[in-house]
């Protein structure tokens, strides 16, 4: 459990990280959207398991493959809601902070960045559950540890009980996790502009 937690946690750190900071410009900057959008939505809808046997060949069982693997599996939802967030900002709110003469850098980090942060929860929300999904999957297919090796043990060998407990954890990780995303996004709301 610790090996898929580690594996899990750095994954989606880093896929919130760079989904954020991929998003922003490509919210912000039309030119930018334009350019990398055909890119985006070809590599997001490349099948990952397809990918799977590469990665693992490339970087071996142990961690970097299954975080690797999770990145690809939650940076995507991510990138786009920051994207759409960024970009969908409530355009009487920047009007507003024009007339009183808000520079374009005050308007992003007082009006578009706060406006998005709904939108950016709702992203790791969804990548959440992927990378659960996929880490899972990853070390079903080549690993040495793990929750999903446990549960290729316990299916190949027909232990129903274990795999039923495996699946209560990974759902009750599943719906903490969302819980404390939830909790996270009530108290981020303080910090969105009001309409």
Do not use: C, H
């Not at 970097?64 to 009487?92: E, Y």
């Not at 039923?164 to 954890?169: C, M, P």
């Amino acid at each position: 459990m610790w090996f898929s937690l580690t594996n899990f946690a750095i994954g989606l750190s880093v896929s919130v990280v760079l989904g954020v900071l991929l998003g922003v410009p490509m919210g912000w900057y039309k030119n930018v959207s334009k350019t990398f959008d055909p890119l985006l939505s070809g590599i997001y809808a490349t099948p990952l398991i397809a990918l799977l046997p590469l990665i693992i060949m490339l970087f071996g069982l142990g961690s970097i493959s299954k975080i690797i693997m999770t990145v690809l599996a939650t940076v995507f939802p991510i990138l786009i809601n920051t994207m759409v967030g960024i970009a969908n900002t409530d355009v009487r709110l920047i009007t507003m902070a024009r007339a009183f003469g808000a520079r374009d850098s005050q308007i992003f980090l007082k009006v578009s960045l706060p406006g998005s942060l709904p939108y950016i929860v709702a992203g790791i929300r969804v990548a959440l559950g992927r990378a659960l999904v996929y880490i899972v999957v990853a070390e079903q297919y080549g690993a040495a540890m793990g929750l999903g090796y446990l549960s290729s043990i316990a299916a190949q060998r027909f232990q129903m009980a274990a795999m039923f407990v495996l699946i209560i954890i990974i759902a009750g990780l599943g719906a903490g996790l969302t819980e404390l995303l939830k909790s996270l996004e009530r108290r981020l709301d303080k910090w969105k502009p009001q309409k």
